[in-house]
Nanobody, 118 residues
């Protein structure tokens, strides 16, 4: 299983961010997919996730500023985060719960740095 992330980088305060994540490999399907973020010394926190059926959940710190969508055909999710503030600076990780039909397992991407600064 491969989790491939794209997007991130340096963004100005007030700007927007778009992150993309795809899951590929040999498996039956993908259940939840989502984005989490982490800063040094803090626990990883939820940004947003979306289930295979389209149900969404958002982290408290980004509610009202974030959207997440998904294409099941290629198990890809798209995160849009608007009105960025310096506190959004973090390493963003993609997560996927993979269904192997006889078992489930969690996979993570390697992370992509997002820095919000002028």
């Amino acid at each position: 299983v491969q989790i491939v992330e794209s997007g991130g980088g340096l963004v100005q305060p007030g700007g927007s961010l778009r992150l993309t994540c795809s899951a590929s490999g040999t498996f039956f399907s993908v259940n939840d997919m989502g984005w989490y973020r982490q800063t040094p010394g803090k626990e990883r926190e939820l940004v947003a996730y979306i289930t295979g059926g389209g149900r969404r959940r958002f982290g408290d710190s980004v509610k009202g500023r974030v959207t997440i969508s998904r294409t099941n055909a290629n198990y890809t999710i798209y995160l849009q985060l608007n009105n960025l503030v310096p506190e959004d600076t973090a390493v963003y990780y993609c997560h996927a719960n993979i269904d192997f039909e006889v078992d489930y397992d969690d996979y993570w991407g390697q992370g992509t740095q997002v820095t919000v600064a002028s």
